[in-house]
């Protein structure tokens, strides 16, 4: 009975520590041995992010390896924690990655063995990080080329460098974009191309190394494309001239200009087509038609290629009108013969032509008496019982003719001779 008490006490105990255990368990406490080997000759060598750590391995058996505690700078409380365990006596170098650069840490070690004891620690070792890697030495923006800006830079002396980033913003927002990078360490150039006419932008370069470490940015520079040619002006178009409009302008104030454009168009409003370039600043449009008015617009065009805008309204040109008609004053029986009085039409008139018609519809005959230099003009080729119909054209020093007077008819007697 004695027996069966103690077993069931013994099941009750093992159930009440195993759940005790999964409720709250405790992990084992590490002893602080005095005897255990305290590691020595603890050495640094920092990189950028990087700390590698070299110290004097202890062979003895009593050990199993080491820790490593370290500082957190962003913490600052002064405390030590642990960060790495090495399970093995013989190693004596550790590398500490992914730190702050130019950053100060703060390193000590002990000794473990496989009974949960720990040396007292090392001696604290304080290290710095490099600081980060400064950018290139020298960077320029070469402006006014036409849709791009070109950057330059100085090759970067660390033979670490793999690579150049390349960033941007405009001179309205402060966030910067990477738009390309340039691998190589010697490579110091790049275009950034296919941007707007007469546009500021801001860049900056860092580079990469081969382990991945991104610098501290460059300077920043600013360039600007080319800018459109200015708006031609002085468009002016003539009114006065014989089928044809001359269309002249002012030579631009740009030097680099190659040829200018000229656009017609039949309305002032659409439809500009091209017509011609030329690198005088007139232009003779041929217009086989009187009196036809049509609509220009010219733009210049610098060595790049780049075009000026168009102007916004156009000029109106003519070709010369035909002379008004004369105007028709008598047309009489002077004995046998016809006369034709006229006055003239305008002062354009040099000469004019007497247009006879005899008879209607399709037996109508038609007679033209011209290069008549006076006023007047009689007719002396009439036949009796016959009608006849006047009328009268001007034509002017460019040949161009008027359009004819009113008609007068005229009845001849039949026993007029």
């Given at each position: 009975m004695k027996k069966?008490?103690?077993?069931?006490?013994?099941?009750?105990?093992?159930?009440?520590?195993s759940g005790c255990q999964n409720i709250s368990p405790n992990p084992p406490r590490v002893i602080i041995d005095p005897n255990m080997p305290t590691v020595t000759g603890i050495k640094t060598l920092s990189g950028m992010t990087k700390v590698a750590l070299e110290w004097e391995p202890i062979y003895q058996n009593s050990i199993n390896g080491y820790y490593i505690y370290r500082s957190d700078p962003l913490k600052q409380n002064g405390k030590l924690h642990r960060i790495a365990t090495?399970?093995?006596r013989y190693v004596s170098h550790y590398v500490d990655t992914k730190l702050i650069p130019g950053t100060v840490y703060y390193y000590r070690m002990s000794t473990f063995s496989n009974n949960n004891r720990e040396s007292r620690p090392s001696e604290v070792i304080k290290t710095k990080t490099m600081q980060l890697l400064s950018s290139v030495p020298y960077i320029d923006a070469i402006s006014g080329l036409p849709h791009m800006i070109k950057l330059i830079w100085r090759p970067h002396p660390n033979p670490s460098v793999t690579s150049y980033i390349i960033q941007r913003n405009s001179l309205t927002d402060l966030k910067w974009k990477t738009i390309a990078t340039v691998k190589g360490r010697l490579n110091a150039e790049y275009i950034d191309k296919d941007l707007p006419d007469n546009k500021s932008y801001r860049y900056r370069v860092e580079v990469k190394t081969c382990s991945g470490i991104i610098s501290t940015p460059s300077k920043i520079v600013e360039g600007s494309t080319k800018p459109l040619p200015p708006i031609v002006s002085g468009l002016r178009a003539t009114r006065n001239l014989p089928k044809r409009i001359e269309i002249s302008w002012n030579f631009s104030p740009k030097k680099d200009i190659s040829y200018y454009n000229v656009y017609r168009?039949?309305?002032?409003?659409?439809?500009?087509?091209?017509?011609a370039k030329t690198a005088d600043n007139k232009f003779d449009?041929?217009?086989?038609?009187?009196?036809?008015?049509?609509?220009?617009?010219?733009t210049a065009v610098d060595n790049e290629g780049l075009e000026s805008p168009k102007q916004q309204n156009p000029v109106m040109g003519t070709t010369l009108p035909p002379p008004p008609p004369p105007v028709l004053r008598n047309v009489s029986m002077v004995g046998s013969s016809v006369e034709i009085v006229w006055n003239r039409g305008s002062s354009r008139d040099v000469k004019y032509s007497v247009v006879k018609k005899i008879g209607s519809g399709f037996s109508e005959k038609t007679i033209k008496f011209i290069n008549i230099s006076g006023n007047s003009y009689i007719d002396s080729n009439i036949i009796p019982g016959k009608e006849y119909r006047y009328s009268v054209i001007a034509i002017d020093k460019f040949g161009i003719a008027s359009k004819p007077t009113h008609e007068i008819t005229i009845d001849i007697p039949k026993g007029n001779k």
């Open positions: 069966l008490i103690l077993s069931i006490s013994s099941i009750i105990l093992i159930l009440f520590v090495i399970k093995d168009a039949n309305t002032p409003y659409i439809f500009y087509t091209y017509l449009d041929l217009i086989e038609k009187n009196g036809v008015a049509r609509y220009y617009k010219v």
